[in-house]
């Protein structure tokens, strides 16, 4: 596995490939729950954003600069922060780690990744705690 950025205006931060793609998942997931509680063009834009990540090849994920959704809008960065807590709480709801049959169901994909084993939530809430702080670092007008 390789890594790859998220970056948000002048920032960046460095994250495992194989990270961001599970958290693609849980961000994709919760984004839908809030754009089904209370449809919204922002919310909608927000489920797109994170729809369009790719992971190319190892080392090669696009679509992840948040700028491109945030657009300097403090109502879209106040959006990001409330996914990103109910994508932590989702993770942190399997307790001390993910099971294999949800990896396998939702997470493996042919010849790019394939999980063996259960992992540890711990890296990914490790990881949506440093994009807080990434975004915490230029906040909206």
């Known amino acids: 596995m390789g890594h790859d950025l998220i970056k ?8 495992d490939d ?3 793609w599970l958290l693609r998942h ?4 919760q984004s839908r729950a809030l754009e089904n509680a209370q449809p ?4 909608t834009q927000l489920r797109k954003f ?9 080392g090669v994920v696009v679509g992840t600069d948040f700028s491109l ?14 996914l990103l807590q109910r994508a932590g709480d989702r993770i942190a709801s399997f307790g001390d780690d993910i099971p294999l049959s949800y990896l396998e169901e939702h997470i493996n994909l042919p010849r790019l990744v394939y999980c063996t084993g259960a992992h540890s939530t711990k890296p ?8 807080c702080k990434l975004l915490a670092k230029y906040e909206p007008i």
């Open 8 to 15: 948000y205006e002048a920032y960046h931060e460095v994250f």
């Open 18 to 20: 194989f990270h961001l």
């Open 26 to 29: 849980f961000f994709v997931e």
């Open 40 to 43: 919204s063009k922002d919310r």
């Open 50 to 58: 994170f729809e369009d990540w790719d992971w190319l090849c190892p």
């Open 69 to 82: 959704f945030i657009s300097r809008s403090h109502a879209r960065w106040e959006l990001m922060f409330q």
């Open 124 to 131: 990914f809430l490790v990881d949506i705690g440093r994009i």
